[in-house]
């Protein structure tokens, strides 16, 4: 098992850059695929992106595709979010899981989830 915690969010305004980060307890991280998912209110969670364990293979949601680089170094238990060229609609709690299957968009393929980090995009 490992356990996931999430930071990096805030508040920025359109067109703007965060980095979030998905730190994890545990010497298991190398072993589990890492996925971002997000939420926003009154909506389902929703995929966003993932990679595999040894990051060598990542898939995005083409809501993001260009925007958003995932990455891991597993050296540090730690997964990454670049988010560049942020938009209203990018608004949303994000939450990062593990998980064995590849490929997984599902949400129910991963586990461990954080407590999630708060993006807010306005102007």
């Known amino acids: 098992q490992v356990g996931l915690v999430e930071s990096g969010g805030g508040l920025v305004q359109p067109g703007g850059s965060l980095r979030l980060s998905c730190a994890a307890s545990g010497r298991t991280f190398s072993a589990y695929n890492i996925a971002w998912f997000r939420q926003a209110p009154g909506k389902e969670r929703e995929f966003v992106a993932a990679?595999?364990?040894?990051?060598?293979?990542?898939t995005y949601a083409d809501s993001v595709k260009g925007r958003f680089t995932i990455s891991r170094d597993n050296a540090k238990n730690t997964g990454y979010l670049q988010m560049n060229n942020l938009k209203p609609e990018d608004t949303a709690v994000y939450y990062c899981?593990?998980?064995?299957?590849?490929?997984?968009?599902?949400?129910?393929?991963?586990?461990?989830w954080g407590q999630g980090t708060q993006v807010t995009v306005s102007s």
């Open positions: 899981g593990a998980g064995s299957a590849w490929p997984a968009l599902g949400s129910d393929a991963y586990h461990n």
């Open positions: 990679i595999n364990w040894g990051g060598h293979w990542t």
